[in-house]
């Protein structure tokens, strides 16, 4: 009997901007989910990071620029990622996201965990490499204390 599978539903759009390590991984994980992805990078070498079987937009300029956003249609999208090297450029991209498209859930990267307050005064979710690190480091070293007492 031949067996039918509903193809899922490509509702969401992921706008990502900065197409380095984190921003690549992420897009290609996204696709591949079947998400609807758009990234952005203001160097064209930057998307060769992307897989082959990456199935989303790429769009290479400056995501500093009012337009860039507008033509990837950040107004139509359900999430923006913004994982740029700069925590400046993070948080202006994240903050004309907010201001200019009245987008509610913005992500952002940020180096310098102390500039923290700063993002969520603006209502912007953060993602700390360096915090994320001590946490995980942290459940490591439990676990070797856990170990050391049986
Ligand atoms: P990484 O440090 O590996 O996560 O890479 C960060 C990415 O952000 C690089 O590919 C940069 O080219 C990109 N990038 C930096 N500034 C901008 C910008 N203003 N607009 C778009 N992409 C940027």
Do not use: W
């Not at 790429?58 to 139509?76: F, N, P, R, S």
């Not at 991209?93 to 700063?118: C, G, N, S």
């Amino acid at each position: 009997m031949m067996k039918y599978f509903r193809k899922k539903e490509k509702t969401n759009y992921t706008v990502i901007v900065g197409c380095g390590r984190l921003g690549a991984s992420l897009a290609n994980t996204l696709s591949d989910e079947g998400e609807n992805v758009l990234i952005i990078d203001n160097n064209k070498d930057s998307f060769r990071k992307l897989s082959p079987s990456y199935g989303g937009l790429t769009l290479m300029g400056d995501a500093t620029d009012i337009d860039m956003l507008h033509e990837a249609q950040v107004e139509k999208a359900t999430t923006v990622v913004v994982v740029t090297n700069s925590d400046n450029t993070n948080i202006m991209v994240a903050q004309m996201t907010k201001a200019i498209f009245k987008k509610d859930h913005v992500i952002a990267r940020l180096y310098d965990p102390e500039r923290e307050f700063v993002y969520s005064e603006l209502g912007i979710n953060t993602i700390s490499p360096a915090v994320l690190s001590v946490n995980e480091i942290r459940k490591l070293l439990s676990y070797k204390e856990e170990e050391a007492v049986i």
